[in-house]
C-alpha cells in the first residue's frame, strides 16, 4: 500500500523557485533610504500596486512601493498564473485520454505530476521576470519589504522607516477565507495559495465551496486523476451566472467523474490511519467521506488586519475591506484604495483598472468612476463560461426590458469541426434597440471570445454593426456573429417585407 498523501510535503527549492525569489522579493533585499516625501506611496506590489506604480512613474512622479511578500500578489504567485499552467497540461491529459474523440488513439496515459508542477514553477519563474524588483528599481519606484502600518493620516512606518506621502493608495488584496470546520486546521487542508506547491498528487480530494477556483482547481485535479468530490453549502454552484450556464458546466463535471453535493455542509475533519475524514450533513442527512486532501475555496477575505487604519481615518470591514466612494476614495482625502481589498469584482485587470483610476483621480484631477467600468470575467472550466454586462435577473430588477439573442454552439462549424459543440452564445440588448446590455458565452474558449462584446460595449457598438463584421471563418466567435444576425433579422418586419415584395414586383414588371 503507498503511503499516504502529505500536504505538507511541498516542491524542493529548485532553479525556478530560486528565480522567482529573486525577482519578487531578495533574501539579502536592503530597503532604500526614505525620501523626504513622496508624491505617492503604493501598500501592496500585486496587479494593482503595479499598474499605479508604471503610470505614475510615466507622469514623473516620486513613488514608494511597500510589499510584504511578493511583488505580483496573488494573480502571479498563487492564482491566475500557476491555476492555468496547471489547468492547461489537465486538459492536455483530458484530451488525451479522449483521443477517440478525434479519430486518434492514446493509450497507457500516465500523468507525471513532478513535470506538470515543474512546468507550473517554471512558467510563474518566467513571468515573474515582468515586474521584478530589478523592473521596479529601473522605472524609478523606491521599492520596501516589510510590515506596513499607518502613523497618521500622511505617514506609514515600514519596520522601523517612515515614509511621509503626498497621497497614497492601498492595494494589499485579500487571502483565502478558512472555514470554521472542527478539525480542519488539525487535520490539515489546502488553499489556492498553497496547492501549488504540493509534490504528490492527491487520489482523494475533497473541495470545499463551488465558487470559480473551487471549480476550476476541482477539475483540473480530476482530469490529472485525481477522485474530486465537490461539497457547496447552497444549492446551486457557481451561483452567480444563470443556470444554463451553469448546468452545461455540470454536465461537464458528470462526464469528467466529479461528484457534486449541493445543500452540504462540512461539519468536522478528523485524522484516521493518516487518511481524513469528513463528517457531511445534508439537510438531516448525515454521511462521511474518506478523502488524502482538502481544498478550502469558499471565497476570500481582505487584507487590513495590521494596518492600524484607524489612525489615518480610514473606515473599513473586516469582511466587505476598505470603505470607498465611486472614484476610489476613501474616507482620508490623501488615501485612495484599489484592487480587492476595495472591490466587489475582484479580477486581475479590474485591479489593474482601478489603480489606474486612482492615479488619475489623484495627480490629473480626474473624475473617473468605477462603476463606469465594463468588465468581463471568466471561469476557466471546460467549457469556460464568460460573461460582461448585465445579466436578465439583474435587468428585470432595474426594470429594462431586454431582447436576448441565442446561439448554440453546435449551430457553428468550426465548434463541430473541434468536437466542442457544448455552450451558446447569449446576447441581451435593451429592448427596440440594438444597444448591448450584456453577454454570457459558455464554451472552450470564452474568455477570448467575450472580448469582442465587451470592445462592442466599451465603443458602444450595437449589434447591427456586428452583424456586418466579417469573421474569419471557420472560427467559434462567428457565434457572436450569427446571435448580431438574429437580431437583424427580428429588423424586417411584415411591413418592410410586404413593402419590399410590392417593389420588386414593379421593378420586375
Known sequence: MSPPFDASITTPEDAWEDK?????????????????????VI???GSAGVAAAELAIAMGLKVAMIERHFIGGTCLNTGCVPSKALIRTARLYADMRNAARYGGKAENIEVDFTAVMDRVRRIRSHLSGGSS????????VDMFF???????????MVNELKLRFGKAMIA???RPHIPDVPGLREAGFLTNATIFNIAELPKRLLVIGGGPVGCELAQAFRQLGSKVTIVQDKPLFLEKEERDAAQILSDAFGRDGIEVRLNTTATAVRLENGAK????????????????????????????????LEKAGIKYDARKGIAVDDFLLTSNPR???????????????????????VVNNAFMRGRMRLSELIIPWCTYTDPEIAHVGLYVREANLKGIP?????VPMHQIDRAVTDSEEGGFVKIHVREGTDTILGATIVARHAGEMINEITLAMVAKIGLRTLARVIHAYPTQAEAIREAAKAYSRTRITSRLRARLQKWLARTTE
Open 277 to 308: 475524514q469528513v463528517d457531511l450533513l445534508s439537510a438531516d442527512y448525515k454521511s462521511v467521506i474518506e478523502v488524502d486532501a482538502i481544498l478550502t475555496g469558499v471565497g476570500r477575505v481582505p487584507n487590513v488586519q495590521g494596518l492600524d
Open 402 to 406: 431586454i431582447k436576448t439573442f441565442t
Open 20 to 40: 522567482r525569489v529573486a525577482d519578487l522579493h531578495p533574501v539579502a533585499w536592503a530597503n532604500p533610504k526614505p525620501a523626504d516625501r513622496y508624491q505617492l
Open 133 to 140: 524588483v530589478r523592473q521596479m528599481a529601473k522605472l524609478g
Open 146 to 156: 516589510g510590515n506596513v502600518r499607518f502613523a497618521g493620516d500622511d505617514t506609514l
Open 335 to 357: 488615501v485612495y484604495a484599489a484592487g480587492d481589498v476595495c472591490l466587489e469584482d475582484q479580477y486581475t485587470d479590474t485591479a489593474a483598472a482601478s489603480a489606474r483610476i
Open 172 to 174: 494589499t488584496g485579500t
Open 43 to 45: 501598500i501592496g506590489a
